[in-house]
C-alpha cells in the first residue's frame, strides 16, 4: 500500500506522489517563473505604475524591498538546489545558466523535465513536492494575494477612474492560467507589473470610500 508523500492519501500508481499532487507540483512549477516577474514591481517602488495618482500623500512606501530580493535569491537557490538533487541521484549532468533570471528558468524547466521520475521514482518527492508547494504559496502571498486557483483568484475591487472621477470598483478576477487581470465592466488591464500598485490601492480604499483619483487609461 502507498500513500502520496504530499497529500498521504493512498496512491494506487504505487508512486511517491499520488497524480493529483504530481499535477499541482507541476502547476505550481509553471507558475514560480511569473510569480517571479511579479515580484520586479516590488524592487522598484516609486517608478513601476501609478503615474498620475493622486491619493494621500503620493504613493505608499513599499516596505521590505531589500526582503523581496532576497526571496527571488532564495526561489533560484532552492529550485537549482533540488534539480542538482535530482541530477546527482539520477547521474546526470547539466550546465547552470547565465543571468539570475535564466537561472530561474532553467531550474524551473529542468525539474518539470524530470517530474515523471520525481512522482514515480524519488524517495524526496514528498519533501520537494512541500517545498515547492510553500515557495509558491509564499510568493503569491505578496504578488496576488487571495490566490484561489479553482474559482479564479478573487483580486480585489477595479481601482480605475472614468472621465468624470468615479472608481470603476467592479470585481476583479484573475482567470488561472492567464498573466493578465481584465475588468469585464470598464475593459482596464492590470498586468502583473501593476499589481503591487494595485494591491496597494485596493488595501487603501476598502469600500471605495475615498476621495476619487485620477489613473492613467490603458
Ligand atoms: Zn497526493
Ligand atoms: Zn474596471
Known amino acids: 500500500m502507498n500513500l502520496c508523500l504530499l497529500c498521504d492519501k493512498h496512491d494506487a500508481m504505487g508512486g511517491y506522489l499520488c497524480p493529483g499532487c504530481t499535477k499541482a507540483t507541476v502547476v505550481r512549477l509553471e507558475c514560480l517563473p511569473g510569480l517571479y516577474d511579479g515580484l520586479l514591481p516590488f524592487l522598484a517602488p516609486s517608478t513601476a505604475v501609478g503615474q498620475g495618482r493622486s491619493g494621500k500623500g503620493g504613493p505608499a512606501p513599499l516596505p521590505v524591498v531589500e526582503s ?54 524519488w524517495s524526496q518527492a514528498g519533501a520537494f513536492a512541500e517545498e515547492i508547494r510553500d515557495l509558491a504559496r509564499d510568493v503569491k502571498s505578496i504578488v496576488a494575494p487571495a490566490v484561489d486557483e479553482v474559482r479564479g483568484t478573487r483580486v480585489g475591487n477595479c481601482q480605475s477612474v472614468d472621465v468624470s472621477g468615479a472608481i470603476c470598483g467592479a470585481v476583479l478576477r484573475l482567470v488561472p492560467g492567464d498573466r493578465v487581470v481584465h475588468c469585464d465592466w470598464c475593459g482596464m488591464n492590470w498586468p502583473p507589473a501593476t499589481w503591487a500598485q494595485l494591491k496597494t490601492w485596493i488595501d487603501e480604499s476598502p469600500g471605495l470610500s475615498h476621495p476619487p483619483v485620477i489613473v492613467s487609461a490603458p
Request: glycine share 16%; no cysteine.
Open 68 to 121: 523581496i530580493l532576497d526571496l527571488r535569491g532564495v526561489m533560484v537557490g532552492q529550485l537549482e538546489d533540488w534539480l542538482s538533487a535530482v541530477r546527482q541521484e539520477r547521474g546526470m549532468r547539466g550546465p547552470r545558466q547565465g543571468g539570475v533570471d535564466g537561472r530561474l528558468a532553467g531550474a524551473v524547466s529542468g525539474l518539470l523535465r524530470n517530474m515523471p521520475w520525481i512522482a514515480v521514482s
